[in-house]
């Protein structure tokens, strides 16, 4: 999939992947079998993210700027 996505549909994608877990917190102790689909899924996402010009790193902050701390840098 390398077209963009429609700005509805791309919103409710950023919504999605922000109560998604994160890579690391994906482990068979905690997922079972599933743990590599589950993997992969998220892979997907981050993927279709920044085919449409999103980093997926800075989602959270778009969907959720109250509760974003201000950068230091």
């Known amino acids: ?5 429609n700005p509805s549909a791309l919103n409710a994608l ?3 992947f922000t109560y998604m877990p ?3 917190e994906v482990t068979k102790y905690e997922y079972g079998d599933d743990y590599q689909k589950i993997l992969d899924h998220i892979e997907t996402v981050r ?5 449409n010009d999103v980093d997926p ?7 959720n700027p109250e509760n974003t701390p201000n950068s230091s840098y």
């Open 22 to 24: 994160k890579s690391i």
């Open 47 to 51: 993927e279709t993210l920044l085919i």
């Open 1 to 5: 999939m390398s077209e963009k996505m």
């Open 14 to 16: 950023k919504i999605a």
């Open 57 to 63: 790193e800075e989602v959270y902050g778009d969907i």
